[in-house]
């Protein structure tokens, strides 16, 4: 079965939604990177922890949404491999966050929708607003 029919398979568990989005991605090789396994363990009191997995080394966002689909908790926007920082691990395509059920600013969260995407690939488009004059240091001078 592949992931998607895990994931429909997978159904609610302990009150979240697990969303997968951008499964497929492109690793730096360009061949394609796959999320292979995504779960969600409810723990002790709100916490779950959120375990996927990767066939390759590309870049992940982990996210939480409520409801009405608005992202409510950052939990990792990283790039997976020898320099993953925390609450990834390093060097392995296996990674476990835990959430403590909670949003950005604390607040319990309930009914979400855990969001990992992969390969996003971000890259510097523009400035935007940006001023060249605002860089240079200046003082004005009282009379």
Do not use: C
């Not at 950052?74 to 966050?97: C, D, W, Y």
């Amino acid at each position: 079965m592949n992931v998607l029919g895990k994931l429909a398979a997978l159904g609610i568990a302990a009150g979240f939604i697990l969303a997968l989005v951008a499964a497929e991605a492109q690793s730096a090789d360009k061949t394609a990177v796959r999320i292979t396994k995504l779960e969600i363990a409810r723990g002790g009191g709100n916490t779950a922890a959120i375990h996927f997995e990767l066939d390759g080394y590309t870049d992940v966002t982990v996210r939480v949404l409520d409801r009405a689909g608005n992202v409510v908790r950052h939990l990792a926007s990283v790039v997976l491999g020898k320099n993953a920082p925390l609450p990834l691990q390093k060097e392995t395509l296996h990674q476990v966050i835990v959430w403590d059920g909670k949003d950005d600013d604390g607040k319990p969260v309930t009914g979400a929708t855990v969001q990992v995407r992969a390969g996003l690939n971000a890259k510097f488009g523009s400035f935007i607003g940006w001023d060249p004059t605002g860089l240079i240091g200046r003082a004005r001078a009282w009379r």
